[in-house]
């Protein structure tokens, strides 16, 4: 296609808008004549069984539905056209003597209608000689006139980079991806179903925060002008949530977006979505019973099986998932000799043999992480739990008692994708002060993803934190997991994308 032809399409349609006023016609109403949508019709009339074009002809069913017309044949005395609604198809069967007699302008603005373009019809259900559920239009109501065309009918929207910038032309040419997306409305609903019946509340905690924390990244950062202070695209809402837990809430639970200035990557977007639990008097257990509801909801009532295919593989989320330690992990995976992982000289060995970067600067738990990305995490197909971190790694975490160094710490790792992270929390202020403090001790090394000292969640802690369970889970690569897609740009609507570089005509530079 050439680049005068969208101009070339748009003026014809133009053309035709002017011919569709001189009817007399609206142009642009504000409301859409319907009784009901074509994604209501589809699941309850959809059967030839149930509803024979014989019944339907008996029952006459008078519905009014709008669309976006996806298909156009004039066969001369009849026209036949599909109206397309949340991803649903519905033809119209347009004849000339069906028309509203009152209407004598029908037929003509038929003529004057192209590919794109919103419509209302009304008339009654009807079933043609192919068992297609079609409607017997009555009347008609022009809605929007499309001025450019969509893409070509039989392919879609093909290139990925258009797709994502231009994502309602994605949505309306290409079915699965709209199903992509109402399935991923679907989980969401399920999981706050599911957190609502075992007694969570769902709350709202700042987007902008003074001090980012309850994470390890890099935080996007902007001014306020009133206050004339610096503030942080929160990167969690962790601390947050633990202030509930001291002010009284039993348990809470958050939907919403982080923000990390991070690469971009098929597992990783700058904005993304994440559940975010606390529960008061509860520990990791119990978070690995809450990430197991959420997960086999997801499975049985949104996909409605428990085995599910993704990258080739057969995923089983029937319960209970697989629970491995962390060197366990390792030495399983890795092929390593187990005894070797409580030698912090042969973990520096093994992490040299992998050509880990820095080995000398970095702590033997450190390492250990190091070592488990190396060897295990790709290897981790069917779900599995990952336990007992490296207190490097975790620095809000509560300590295991028999085990210095290492913290009451999950990791879910599926089909090679990390998708969630708890903690057993740490609630001794004491310890939390001076956690955070080793991390300020980071940040001064070169570490600038480390927290920050947040005084005020320290003060929280010391008016009494009970026993504490904590759970975040990565919405957007559960969508990932449930839907089949290989990319989280394809689970989020608008991903974040470098912006285009328009060039200026010569007509415009010319006028400039």
Not at 149 to 168: A, N
Not at 218 to 237: G, K, S
Not at 291 to 308: D, L, N, P
Not at 427 to 453: C, K, S, T, W, Y
Request: glycine fraction near 6%; include cysteine; hydrophobic fraction near 40%.
């Amino acid at each position: 296609m050439d680049q005068q032809q969208p101009n070339q399409y748009r003026d014809a349609r133009i053309g035709k808008l002017e011919k569709i006023k001189e009817l007399g016609i609206e142009a642009w109403p504000a409301k859409a004549q319907r009784t009901c949508g074509i994604s209501d019709i589809i699941p309850k009339y959809g059967s030839a069984e149930k509803w024979s074009a014989e019944y339907l002809e008996q029952s006459k069913i008078l519905v009014s539905v709008m669309g976006r017309l996806l298909s156009y044949r004039d066969m001369g005395k009849s026209i036949f056209g599909h109206l397309c609604e949340n991803g649903q198809k519905l033809q119209a069967f347009f004849r000339k003597n069906d028309l509203d007699e009152n209407d004598s302008k029908a037929w003509e603005l038929l003529k004057l209608l192209d590919l794109g373009d919103f419509i209302s019809v009304t008339g009654t259900l009807m079933r043609t000689k192919t068992g297609e559920l079609s409607v017997r239009v009555q009347t008609i109501q022009f809605l929007s006139k499309a001025l450019l065309p969509l893409p070509e009918k039989w392919h879609g929207l093909q290139d990925k980079e258009q797709r994502y910038r231009q994502r309602y032309l994605d949505l309306a040419t290409n079915p699965e991806v709209m199903d992509t997306f109402q399935k991923r409305s679907r989980i969401l609903a399920v999981i706050r179903q599911e957190m609502e019946s075992i007694g969570y509340l769902e709350v709202e905690t700042p987007m902008m925060q003074p001090i980012p924390g309850g994470a390890t990244a890099r935080p996007f950062t902007t001014h306020h002008n009133a206050l004339d202070i610096e503030l942080y695209m929160r990167i969690a809402p962790e601390l947050y949530l633990k202030r509930l837990i001291v002010g009284g809430f039993d348990k809470v639970f958050e939907i919403n977006r982080n923000f990390r200035n991070e690469g971009l990557s098929q597992r990783h977007n700058p904005e993304f979505t994440m559940l975010e639990c606390y529960a008061a008097g509860q520990d990791l257990r119990d978070m690995m019973d809450v990430t197991e509801r959420v997960f086999h909801a997801s499975a049985t009532k949104v996909m409605g099986a428990e085995v599910i295919e993704y990258s080739g593989n057969k995923i089983s989320y029937s319960l209970p998932f697989r629970r491995i330690t962390l060197k366990d992990a390792i030495s399983e995976y890795g092929g390593i000799e187990r005894s070797l992982l409580e030698n912090s000289d042969e973990i520096k060995k093994l992490a040299n043999e992998c050509h880990i970067e820095y080995v000398e600067r970095k702590t033997t738990g450190a390492l250990l992480g190091d070592l488990f990305e190396h060897h295990v995490e790709k290897q981790l197909i069917q779900p599995t739990f990952i336990t007992d971190y490296p207190i490097e790694l975790s620095p809000l975490t509560k300590e295991l008692p028999d085990q210095p160094g290492f913290v009451d710490r999950f990791e879910l790792f599926v089909a090679g994708m990390e998708l969630a992270n708890a903690y057993s929390e740490l609630n001794n202020p004491i310890v939390q002060l001076q956690r955070f403090q080793d991390q300020l001790v980071e940040r001064e090394a070169g570490n600038d993803e480390a927290m920050l000292l947040d005084m005020d969640f320290v003060l929280s802690l010391e008016h009494g934190f009970p026993p504490c369970g904590g759970l975040g889970i990565g919405i957007d690569r559960l969508v990932m997991l449930m839907t089949g897609n290989q990319s989280i740009r394809d689970v989020i609507l608008f991903p974040l994308m470098r912006p285009q570089v328009h060039q200026i005509s010569q007509t415009d530079q010319a006028n400039a």
